[in-house]
């Protein structure tokens, strides 16, 4: 009876959590097909709450999960978002929030744009924050007024560019690193030789930062009317210690506590001291509209976000997957109803070969209709290599871009595991090369020559195919190159970009040569994963990321290092350092 009891109870267990799941199930289903159209009241306020990670294209979560991020802002439906405002009656202005911002100053760029084409519908726009980074700050000098916590801080004092050394501790784990380049500028590879970063980095670094800065300095100039050298005096002195500071020198309006801030708020909206303001915020807000369109005209813009590497894409962690990339660029290529392409580029580069392989196809697609690189943040080395092939390159002032050098390495690590750990290594081979991707030993001279001779055949390569980009010799590319980075204004001076301006420049030279004018809708690639694919990948990965947390703990930095240091396999055409806005 006991044995009956126990097989009666399992059965049981079993049918309840199958059926549970299968509720589930129709739960998953019903809330990935239902319409989830917002309404939104009227005389409402448009929330930008602009403090979490903002990637081109909005990746959402469809159930939040352990260990799962929030859902992100996507530049492109946040541009959708302040445009549609712009003439929606229900609008009637834009509540900015924004203190610290996970983006690069060309994206706040963008934004920034968005807002000040927002203010020409004669709508306005207002900023009010307790804390404001110097990007957030430049942010939002687009807004009419800017308000200011009385106790809160704002940061007014340049930028800087840090260097960070990894070469002592190769040395105190005896591990060599094993380095080829072309282009005294290629700098990835200078953290793991040298302690301080080189003339030639140093050079390059300070007149990059030093042109985003004045960029910005001469925007927020116009926006808040303050003369472009005092605007400068402020910022090199840091004449801003507090808040008062702020009111003081013009960079804000007045002090305010939030009730304060909404007062005002609601004297905007004509109402009284008790009514409730409408905010909607911008989640909501895209979902309460729809863009499409009727029209049998598409441009296609495909979005390259993240590093360049080999084999298909994965939009949970943004890569530019070549096969994923050519598949896409020749479906656009082949499409009758696509009469454009615009590739927006945010990428830093990546492998070489991957990336000539997505230029093969930009180039096959411009020889048949009109295809214009718009650049965001990045799009430098393997990023600038894949946009090069376009009729039109569109850059942002801010854009870093150039960079145009390739490097490789390896590392010998035979004496950290000889020494560290007591592993040693014996290889047998039937010729002079050996195993070409290898830590356990040294490589032989002879196949360091390979590696060097590979990688400047390559380089040849990229400057050909630049030049024959750009309209122009080998020898003009080669001044310009040798690894080094650019700003948007600098690669504009030097003919490496030929338009500076956004997203929607990019668009409209698009249409324009393809002559569909106003006639046009716009279709983004790749298209993002079905609700199940989406919940399955982010279940999986949320489970793989927290195993190797509990079981890293403090090192899962070091993990996270090593990870993108196994990406340098192979011939490199990636950014030679990595940003932080700050």
Not at 78 to 83: F, N
Not at 396 to 415: A, R, Y
Request: hydrophobic residues 40%; charged residues 25%.
């Amino acid at each position: 009876m006991g044995f009956l009891k126990n097989i009666l109870s399992s059965c049981l267990g079993a049918l309840v959590a199958m059926m549970l799941l299968i509720v589930f199930l129709i739960l998953l289903i019903s809330v990935a097909t239902q319409e989830r159209e917002e309404v939104i009241a009227d005389n409402s306020v448009l929330h930008l709450k602009l403090n979490g990670p903002i990637n081109e294209l909005q990746r959402d979560t469809p159930i939040p999960l352990p260990g799962v991020a929030e859902p992100n802002i996507g530049l492109m439906q946040l541009h959708e978002a302040i445009r549609h405002a712009q003439g929606d009656p229900k609008i009637k202005g834009i509540y900015l929030e924004v203190n610290q911002p996970v983006t690069f100053y060309s994206t706040l760029e963008e934004i920034r744009l968005a807002l000040l084409d927002f203010k020409k519908s004669g709508k306005w726009v207002v900023a009010y924050n307790e804390v404001m980074s110097e990007g957030a700050y430049y942010l939002a000098s687009a807004a009419d007024e800017i308000y200011l916590h009385p106790e809160g801080d704002l940061e007014f004092n340049g930028l800087t560019a840090n260097f960070t050394s990894f070469k002592k501790l190769f040395d105190k784990l005896e591990i060599k690193p094993e380095v080829f380049r072309v282009g005294e500028f290629k700098s990835a590879v200078e953290p793991f030789l040298l302690e301080k970063m080189s003339d030639e980095n140093r050079l390059q670094l300070s007149e990059m930062i030093n042109s985003i800065y004045s960029t910005m300095l001469l925007h927020i100039s116009e926006s808040r009317n303050i003369p472009l050298g005092k605007l400068k005096e402020i910022s090199d002195k840091m004449l801003v210690r507090n808040a008062a500071d702020a009111v003081a020198m013009g960079l804000v309006d007045s002090l305010l506590y939030k009730d304060q801030f909404h007062e005002i708020i609601r004297n905007k909206l004509d109402l009284g001291e008790d009514d409730d303001i409408s905010f909607v915020n911008y989640h909501k807000y895209h979902k309460s509209f729809s863009v499409s369109s009727a029209s049998k005209n598409e441009i296609a813009v495909i979005v390259a976000e993240g590093t360049i590497v080999p084999g298909s894409a994965d939009q949970s962690d943004p890569v530019i997957g070549a096969d994923t990339y050519v598949d896409e660029i020749r479906k656009a290529r082949e499409n009758d109803r696509v009469k454009a392409i615009v590739l927006r580029v945010n990428s830093p580069g990546g492998e070489y070969r991957s990336s000539d392989m997505i230029w093969r196809e930009v180039l096959l697609a411009s020889e048949k209709k009109p295809v214009i690189a718009s650049m965001g943040d990045f799009a430098a080395s393997g990023g600038y290599y894949i946009s090069m092939a376009c009729d039109t390159i569109v850059a942002q002032p801010e854009t870093v871009t150039g960079s145009i050098g390739i490097f490789g390495i390896m590392f010998d690590m035979s004496n950290f595991f000889d020494h560290k750990l007591g592993i040693t290594f014996e290889e047998i081979k039937t010729g002079e090369f050996g195993e070409m991707y290898t830590v356990t030993r040294p490589l032989t001279d002879a196949e360091k020559r390979h590696w060097q001779e590979m990688l400047d055949e390559n380089y040849e390569k990229f400057l050909d195919k630049a030049g024959q980009g750009r309209h122009t010799s080998k020898d003009e590319i080669r001044k310009v190159a040798a690894g080094r980075v650019w700003t948007g204004i600098q690669a504009r001076e030097h003919g490496l970009v030929d338009v500076l301006g956004g997203f929607y420049d990019a668009l409209r030279i698009a249409a324009e040569k393809a002559d569909i004018a106003d006639d046009y809708k716009v279709r983004f690639y790749p298209k993002p994963k079905s609700f199940i694919e989406q919940l399955l990948s982010e279940a999986q990965e949320s489970s793989q990321v927290s195993s190797i947390r509990r079981e890293l703990g403090d090192h899962y930095i070091f993990y996270q290092h090593w990870k993108k240091i196994k990406e340098y396999k192979g011939s490199q055409a990636r950014l030679p350092f990595e940003f932080t806005l700050q």
